[in-house]
């Protein structure tokens, strides 16, 4: 029901940033639970930061002070504020949607992620 699409990844030098954004649509996105994740090569996919429809939002200890996940909800879109970028932080980036379309229901939806790179 949801479709999300990320943009905005790239490689980039260590200490440079950029912003990845998240599309999404067929759905109520005000009452969604929105997230990024991201999956480094060889390592599990792990959660970076979230954000739910009250505006609440949470991040990984690794990423805490450098990122910062906000949304729009009139343009239907989530953002990843990348600063400081680190060679760890090197991974896809994938966002995520948890949506209640009823009180009985909740469904899970991924973006196709979107790669960042950094080097030393």
């Known amino acids: 029901q949801v479709h999300l699409a990320e943009s905005g990844g790239g490689s980039v030098q260590a200490g440079e940033s950029l912003r990845l954004s998240c599309a999404a649509s067929g759905g109520a996105f005000g009452g969604n639970d929105m997230a990024w994740y991201r999956q480094a090569p060889g390592k599990q996919r792990e959660l970076v930061a979230s954000?739910?429809?009250?505006?609440?939002?949470n991040y990984a200890g690794s990423v805490k002070g450098r990122f910062t996940i906000s949304r729009d909800n009139a343009q239907k879109m989530v953002y990843l504020q990348m600063n400081s970028l680190k060679p760890e932080d090197t991974a896809v980036y994938y966002c995520?949607?948890?949506?209640?379309?009823?009180?009985?229901?909740?469904?899970?939806?991924w973006g196709q992620g979107t790669q960042v790179t950094v080097s030393s």
């Open positions: 954000i739910d429809s009250g505006w609440s939002t």
């Open positions: 995520y949607a948890k949506a209640y379309p009823t009180v009985e229901r909740a469904y899970e939806f």
